[in-house]
C-alpha cells in the first residue's frame, strides 16, 4: 500500500509557493508575504478574521490557456478596431488619426512597418557576395563570448569582427533608411483616405495587442492564487472575481508571484506580444534596429 505520509512529505520539500494573509487593523486592510512561522519553522494559524491564499505560478497547461483566452480577446479587438465602425475601438483609433498632419499620418505608417523593413533590409545585404560567410563570422564571434573585456581589448581578431559587425550593421541600417524612403515616397501618391486605412491597420494591432496582454495577465494572476490547504485548488472561481478585487490585494499577490517565475516579464508578458501601454504619440526620432553578427543571421 503507498505510503501517504511519505508522498505529503514529499509534496511539500518539493512544493513551490508562497503563503500570503489579508486582514483589518484599525479598520484598515493589511497584507503580507510568507512564511508565517515560528522559531521552530512550523506554520503559525491564521485566526478566522484572516484570508489566505496559496501563491504559485501557473503550470503549462494553465499557461497554454491563458494564451488561448487571450488570442480570443485579441481577434475580438482586432474586429471590432478594423470592421465595426461604432466599436469604441474603431471610433477611438479614428480620433487618433484624424489629428495628425498628412505627413505624420504618413510618418506613422511608414514606422509601423519598420521590423518588417528591417528583415527585408537584411535579406538584401546578406544576399551580397560580401557577407557570404556571415556563419563563419558568427561562429568566430562566439569564441570570445566567455572572455574577459579587459583581456579584448587588445585582441585584433576580436577588433576585426567588431569592425565587421559595425560595417554590417551600417549597410542594413542604410538599406533600411533607402526603403523607408521610397515608402514615404508611394504612400504621398495615395488620398489621405487610403492612407488612414493604412494606419488603421497598424493601430489596430496596437489594440489587439493591448486586449492580448490585459487578459493574459488577468488569466495568468487567476491561475497562481490557490487555497492554502488544498494548493491545487483554485481560491477565486473566475478570473473575473479576482479582477474586482482591490489594487492592494491583486498587486501584493503579484509581488509574491514574481520570485517562482523565471523571467519576470513572464507573469505579465507573452512571446510575440507588444506592450499594453503603448504610446499613442509618435517617437521623437525614427527607430531603427541595428543587426549584429553576433546575432542568429538567415540569408
Not at 487571450?70 to 482586432?78: C, S, V
Not at 478596431?81 to 466599436?87: L, V
Not at 527585408?120 to 568566430?140: G, H, I, P, S
Not at 576585426?160 to 551600417?170: F, G, I, M, P, T
Amino acid at each position: 500500500m503507498a505510503n501517504i505520509k511519505a508522498r505529503r512529505l514529499l509534496s511539500e520539500l518539493f512544493k513551490t509557493g508562497t503563503e500570503i494573509r489579508f486582514w483589518a487593523e484599525n479598520g484598515k486592510p493589511v497584507g503580507k508575504i510568507g512564511p508565517f512561522e515560528n522559531e521552530n519553522g512550523r506554520r503559525i494559524p491564521p485566526d478566522d478574521e484572516t484570508v489566505c491564499m496559496f501563491i504559485r505560478p501557473p503550470d503549462p497547461v494553465q499557461r497554454d490557456m491563458s494564451i488561448r483566452a487571450a488570442q480570443g480577446k485579441r481577434a475580438t479587438a482586432l474586429v471590432r478596431a478594423k470592421r465595426d465602425r461604432e466599436s469604441e475601438e474603431h471610433l477611438t483609433i479614428m480620433a487618433f488619426l484624424a489629428d495628425m498632419s498628412d505627413e505624420t499620418l504618413i510618418e506613422y505608417v511608414v514606422q509601423g512597418d519598420t521590423p518588417a523593413r528591417v528583415e527585408e533590409a537584411e535579406r538584401e545585404v546578406l544576399a551580397l557576395e560580401e557577407w557570404k560567410d556571415m556563419t563563419q563570422y558568427q561562429d568566430a564571434i562566439r569564441e570570445f563570448i566567455d572572455k574577459d573585456p579587459e583581456e579584448l581589448d587588445g585582441d585584433e581578431d576580436y577588433q576585426a569582427l567588431l569592425e565587421l559587425d559595425q560595417k554590417y550593421s551600417e549597410q542594413v541600417h542604410k538599406r533600411e533608411v533607402q526603403l523607408a524612403d521610397a515608402h514615404r515616397d508611394s504612400l504621398r501618391f495615395l488620398q489621405r483616405e487610403q492612407i488612414e486605412r493604412k494606419a488603421l491597420e497598424k493601430r489596430s494591432e496596437i489594440v489587439g495587442s493591448q486586449a492580448f496582454m490585459a487578459e493574459y495577465e488577468k488569466q495568468m494572476l487567476y491561475y497562481s492564487v490557490r487555497d492554502v490547504d488544498k494548493p491545487d485548488d483554485l481560491f477565486f472561481d473566475k478570473p473575473e472575481e479576482l479582477a474586482s478585487q482591490p489594487d492592494y490585494v491583486r498587486d501584493l499577490i503579484q509581488e509574491a508571484l514574481e520570485p517562482y517565475i523565471n523571467d519576470v516579464a513572464e507573469a505579465k508578458n507573452s512571446p510575440g506580444a507588444a506592450s499594453g501601454s503603448d504610446s499613442s504619440a509618435l517617437p521623437a526620432t525614427q527607430e531603427t534596429s541595428e543587426p549584429s553578427i553576433r546575432e542568429e543571421q538567415s540569408a
